[in-house]
């Protein structure tokens, strides 16, 4: 059921959100190469159409720290739950870590929602325990925003490999 209210959520805010882009393509000029904001000109015939569209900028395998994604990168591997230390969440958080890299990448899912932006940072790591604060960035005020909630993944880089180290995730408010 939460996963059919994703859905249907994002479907409304990808309708939303074309209907907002359209409206200001029509009240936008078109402007020249450079200027910084958006032509409605076609592309020129002379261009070959693509048959497929180009790929993004891979990574390495397991995944690199930064822009949080839906899926967790190929070649992670799920934390064992002895590992996992996840008491000091809301019980509806999302209780999913995963490393790659060797182990020095912790892949961690996150709680985001609206114009929210969840972020991770190993905030202490020692010989027994690496510490994972998670917080959700809250968009700008006076900002018209959806009611949804997503669940990325956030890569978090260590200075060492985890090992037998206990992940502790805390929510940060």
């Known amino acids: 059921m939460r996963y059919l209210t994703n859905v ?3 479907g409304l805010i990808v309708v939303a959100v074309s209907a907002c882009g359209a409206q200001n393509q029509a009240a936008e000029p078109a402007a020249g190469p450079g200027s910084g904001t958006l032509s409605t000109v076609p592309p020129s015939p002379t261009a070959p159409p693509s048959s497929s569209p180009t790929p993004a900028p891979s990574s390495k395998p397991g995944g690199q720290p930064g ?3 839906q899926e967790v990168p190929e070649g992670s591997t799920k934390l064992p739950d002895k590992q996992l230390d996840a008491s000091a ?3 509806d958080y999302p209780r999913e870590v995963y490393t790659s890299n060797g182990g020095t990448i912790l892949n ?3 709680q985001e929602g609206g114009c929210g932006h969840a972020t ?3 905030a202490q790591q020692d010989g027994t325990r690496v510490t994972v604060n998670l917080t959700e960035l809250k968009g700008q005020t006076g900002q ?3 009611m949804d909630i997503r669940h990325p993944v956030i890569s978090v880089a260590l ?3 985890l090992g037998e ?5 805390k929510q940060m408010r």
């Open 159 to 161: 200075s060492a490999p």
């Open 165 to 169: 180290r206990t992940v502790v995730l």
């Open 67 to 69: 822009a949080p994604r």
């Open 144 to 146: 018209m925003c959806t």
């Open 108 to 110: 961690v899912r996150g």
């Open 120 to 122: 991770a940072e190993a």
């Open 89 to 91: 969440l809301p019980a």
């Open 8 to 10: 249907i959520g994002l």
